[in-house]
C-alpha cells in the first residue's frame, strides 16, 4: 500500500498526468433509453433515478417518451452538444482537450450499428482525447466491447457500470433490474479488453444497508482493483419513488457528516491505484427534495478532505 500525494485519487490529478493540459467532460445525451425504463426490464426505473438531476451542464429540456429497446429519441443533435459542452468548458473552465461522456441513460442500449454512429461523432472534434461511456452491467456483450475496443487505438476509453452495492437485497429493493453477477461478468468480458478502463458507480446511503454492508461494497471494488469509481451519496430527487419512501418515513437520508464519515472509510478500502472520479452528487436544486447539504459539493469535499487529514487516513490504507 503507498500513501498518495492527496489522500485520496482525484480524477483531476490523473487526467494532469496522463494529459499535461487541463481537460473537461462534455456530457451528451444520446438520446438512448433505459431497458429499467422502457417496460423490458420494468417502468419504474430504479426507485431514485431521474436522470434530470443527472444532466449537467448540457441540458435535455425535452420530454423523452416511449422508446422501446434500442430506440434512439435525439434531444438535441450530439454534434452540437459536443460542441456547445466544449465552448462552455473552455469558457468556464479554461479547459484545453475533452472527454467526451456518453452519459445521459443506458449508453450501449442499441444495436451495434446505431452505436457506432452514435460514437463516431466525437470523430469530428479534435480536442477530443478521451470518451467515456455510462451504462448498466447487464447492457453488454462481446460486440459491443469489441466496438468500443475499436477506440481506443485513438482515444482513452473509460466504461462506467452502474453498480451501486454488490448485495443483491439492496439491488432489488431498489429496482436496479440487475444482480452483482451480472456486474461481475461484465468487469470479466471487459477486462479481457486491455485498453477499456472500468469505472463502477456506487451509493452510499442506500435504503436498509448497515455500515457494514456499505463497506463490504468498497472492499469487493478494492479487490477487483478496477480502474475507477465515482462516489454518490444518495439524494431524493423529487417525483420519483424514493421521495414515496422518504416522505412515508421509510427511508432517511444520511446527514453530512455520516456520509463524510462513511465516504472515508469506504476510501480506504479501495486500491491506492483506482482513480475516484466523483465523491459527491452533482443535482440541480430545482430537482432536489433533500438533502440540502448536497448543494453545497466544495462544503462536502472539504469535510472528506479534514477528515482524512485529521485521522491521517487514505485511500488504500485498508485494501489488501
Ligand atoms: S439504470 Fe440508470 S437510467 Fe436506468 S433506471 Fe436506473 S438510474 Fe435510471
Not at 12 to 34: N, P, Q, W
Amino acid at each position: 500500500m503507498k500513501e498518495q500525494k492527496s489522500r485520496y485519487y482525484k480524477f483531476s490529478e490523473y487526467l494532469r498526468k496522463y494529459f499535461g493540459v487541463r481537460v473537461h467532460k462534455v456530457t451528451i445525451d444520446a438520446g438512448f433509453s433505459c431497458p429499467n425504463k422502457d417496460g423490458t426490464k420494468s417502468s419504474q426505473g430504479c426507485i431514485y433515478c431521474d436522470n434530470r438531476g443527472f444532466s449537467y451542464p448540457v441540458r435535455n429540456t425535452h420530454q423523452r417518451q416511449g422508446t422501446s429497446n434500442g430506440t434512439r429519441i435525439l434531444p438535441k443533435p450530439i454534434e452540437s452538444q459536443i460542441k456547445q459542452g466544449i465552448e462552455f468548458a473552455r469558457r468556464r473552465f479554461k479547459a484545453e482537450k475533452f472527454i467526451a461522456y456518453f452519459q445521459a441513460y443506458t449508453n450501449t442500449y442499441a444495436g451495434i450499428d446505431v452505436l457506432k454512429q452514435t460514437y463516431d461523432n466525437v470523430r469530428k472534434f479534435d480536442d477530443i482525447v478521451a470518451i467515456s461511456i455510462g451504462t448498466r452491467p447487464d447492457c453488454v456483450d462481446e460486440d459491443i466491447l469489441d466496438l468500443i475496443q475499436t477506440y481506443t487505438r485513438d482515444y482513452e476509453v473509460w466504461i462506467e457500470y452502474g453498480l451501486q452495492s454488490i448485495h443483491n437485497k439492496t439491488l432489488k429493493l431498489i429496482n436496479r433490474g440487475h444482480l452483482y453477477e451480472d456486474f461481475l461478468k461484465a468487469i470479466e468480458m471487459t477486462k479481457k479488453r486491455q485498453h477499456i478502463k472500468i469505472c463502477s458507480h456506487v451509493i452510499i446511503g442506500l435504503p436498509d444497508e448497515s455500515k457494514e454492508d456499505m463497506l463490504k461494497t468498497a472492499k469487493a471494488l478494492g479487490e477487483l482493483k478496477i480502474n475507477g469509481v465515482k462516489i454518490h451519496p444518495l439524494h431524493i430527487i423529487k417525483g420519483t419513488k424514493l421521495e414515496e419512501l422518504y416522505k412515508e418515513g421509510s427511508y432517511k437520508p444520511l446527514g453530512l457528516d455520516e456520509y463524510v464519515h462513511l465516504a472515508v472509510e469506504f476510501l480506504e478500502f479501495l486500491s491506492p491505484d483506482t482513480v475516484i472520479q466523483r465523491i459527491t452528487a452533482d443535482c440541480p436544486r430545482e430537482f432536489l427534495l433533500a438533502p440540502e447539504w448536497i448543494l453545497d459539493k466544495n462544503r462536502v469535499l472539504q469535510e472528506i478532505e479534514k477528515r482524512l487529514l485529521k485521522e491521517k487516513r487514505f485511500q488504500g490504507r485498508l485494501c489488501s
